[in-house]
């Protein structure tokens, strides 16, 4: 029997999933935690097999705790579960190792699909967050593109800006003058599509 464990600071929705992961005689919830803190302390003794977690968790987040969780139980299976649609949570959440990630308002089919899929190896997702991390590879595929197209100078403009260095101090890193870097500047937010510092920056290093 496949043990899973449950990560979710509210308790009428743990106390749910619970009633859901145990509906299927393939399954058991062998714990539940109200916070990170207390799944990295209690898990490790469960050695779940699957884990939902929520991904906004109080104290240390779910992002974070898939990450020292991965580190303490290398072969668990995390599957993020939320009200969040932002494309940046859910690559936050693969990046930190999570295999899945679903809504809360997903129905009790697809949480235990998502768990049949996770233990045989797949990347469960809902069809409304599957078209969005499409969307997103492709966002940052044009952007890539995009950044690619600036010269040699013109990039290492933009990690000085990066790096929060104003126009006289890159100007005086790279021994040319203020007008020159403001040069730079004006091709570069035009390469780019951007009208600002912040926005160049955030093209150029997206979030993790």
């Not at 106390?15 to 539940?32: F, H, K, M, Q």
């Not at 991965?70 to 690559?91: C, W």
Request: proline content about 5%; charged content about 20%; some cysteine.
């Amino acid at each position: 029997m496949m043990k899973v464990a449950i990560v979710e600071d509210s308790q009428s929705t743990r106390e749910g999933l619970e009633a859901i992961v145990n509906l299927s005689p393939d399954y058991r919830c062998v714990c539940t935690c109200a916070s990170a803190e207390e799944a990295l302390r209690v898990l490790p003794r469960h050695q779940p097999e699957i884990v939902l977690m929520d991904i906004h968790l109080p104290g240390m987040s779910g992002v974070k705790c898939v990450a020292q969780l991965k580190s303490l139980l290398p072969q668990v299976r995390v599957i993020m579960i939320t009200v969040y649609r932002n494309p940046d949570l859910v690559f936050g959440a693969l990046r930190a190792g999570a295999c899945g990630y679903l809504l809360k308002r997903s129905s009790p089919d697809q949480v235990l699909n998502a768990i049949r899929e996770a233990q045989e190896g797949g990347a469960p997702m809902t069809g409304e967050i599957a078209r969005q991390v499409i969307s997103y590879f492709q966002s940052q595929t044009v952007i890539g593109d995009e950044v690619e197209k600036l010269t040699a100078r013109e990039r290492e403009v933009l990690e000085f800006l990066a790096k929060g260095y104003s126009n006289k101090e890159i100007a005086g890193r790279l021994s040319v003058s203020v007008a020159a870097i403001r040069w730079h500047l004006t091709h570069i937010y035009q390469k780019l599509h951007v009208q600002s510092r912040t926005q160049a920056v955030r093209k150029f290093q997206p979030p993790a």
